[in-house]
């Protein structure tokens, strides 16, 4: 095994480990792993990034499922719309956009270049709430009563992220949850994380017909990541949440850099 290829499989266990002690964040490397270390067309990295998040996420769903954190009521709400979208946007819309997506005079923009400057704007937004020290308050749920038109609006929007770029929006799920259903913010990344987990498997069905998958690779990223997360809930009992996030959210920032420059150059 080459010396890329070890640093592309050691990052596996580091994507399930920082979602086990963080409960979300890590599906948001997965993307750029597969496609800078292993040299993966871009949208099929998307399809394998929604087959590993949904992997790892339904591990760590389980694990809240059993202590009680997680809101089914509110996960419905907000899921069910979230579903419909990831799963069209994967089915239809990922597969309609042209390749090459912008063409003008002698600039050509491919269809995945465009997709990685998408994903790489989408980290730097999720970097900035990861570094952000102070949490969402309680916002328009503030009375106790969640808005669930709202959720269902939000879930709409999440679905057609999450299908388009391959990541879980933990980061966009969380604040919501907090804010338009007055969840309590470990309650919210527990419930968030059921919700990536239902929406990254429906999001990989819809490519299904028109991927093709390459499953000895597949299946032992994943057995690491999920490796990870078992790791990542035993250490979250000795690491502050928080200054993990606000850690892993400056090196997503760097990520995202090397993205853009990558691309550009």
């Given at each position: 095994m080459i010396g890329h290829e070890v640093i592309g499989y050691a990052s596996a266990i580091m994507v399930g480990l920082v979602i086990g002690l963080a409960g979300g964040g890590g599906s948001i490397l997965t993307v750029p792993i597969f496609v800078y270390v292993f040299n993966i067309p871009t949208v099929q990295a998307t399809t394998y990034s929604?087959?590993?998040?949904?992997?790892?996420?339904?591990?760590?769903?389980?694990?809240?499922?059993?202590?009680?954190?997680?809101?089914l009521r509110v996960t419905l709400a907000f899921a069910l719309p979230s579903f419909v979208s990831v799963y069209l946007s994967r089915r239809f819309l990922?597969?309609?956009?042209?390749?090459?997506?912008?063409?003008?005079?002698?600039f050509i923009l491919p269809k995945g270049d465009a997709i990685l400057f998408f994903f790489a704007l989408v980290m730097?937004?999720?970097?900035?709430?990861?570094?952000?020290?102070?949490?969402?308050?309680?916002?328009?749920?503030?009375?106790?009563?969640?808005?669930?038109?709202?959720?269902?609006?939000?879930?709409?929007?999440?679905?057609l992220l999450t299908g388009t770029i391959g990541a879980g929006g933990g980061f966009l799920i969380v604040p919501?949850?907090?804010?338009?259903?007055?969840?309590?913010?470990?309650?919210?990344?527990?419930?968030?994380?059921?919700?990536?987990?239902?929406?990254?498997?429906?999001?990989?069905?819809?490519?299904?017909?028109?991927?093709?998958?390459?499953?000895?690779?597949?299946?032992?990223?994943?057995?690491?990541?999920?490796t990870g997360i078992f790791m990542g809930m035993y250490f979250a009992r000795f690491v502050a949440p928080d200054k993990l996030k606000k850690g892993f959210g400056w090196f997503v920032l760097a990520v995202a850099g090397y993205m853009i420059v990558n691309e550009l150059t």
């Open positions: 929604l087959f590993v998040v949904g992997s790892t996420s339904l591990i760590g769903s389980v694990n809240h499922l059993v202590q009680k954190r997680i809101d990922v597969p309609a956009l042209p390749d090459p997506l912008f063409r003008l005079n002698d730097i937004i999720a970097a900035r709430a990861m570094i952000r020290s102070d949490s969402p308050e309680r916002g328009e749920a503030a009375d106790g009563n969640p808005r669930y038109g709202s959720l269902s609006l939000d879930g709409l929007a999440v679905g919501m949850l907090v804010l338009l259903a007055g969840l309590p913010i470990k309650r919210a990344i527990a419930t968030s994380v059921l919700i990536i987990a239902v929406n990254s498997f429906v999001g990989f069905l819809g490519d299904m017909n028109h991927t093709e998958l390459n499953w000895n690779f597949l299946l032992p990223f994943t057995g690491l990541s999920i």
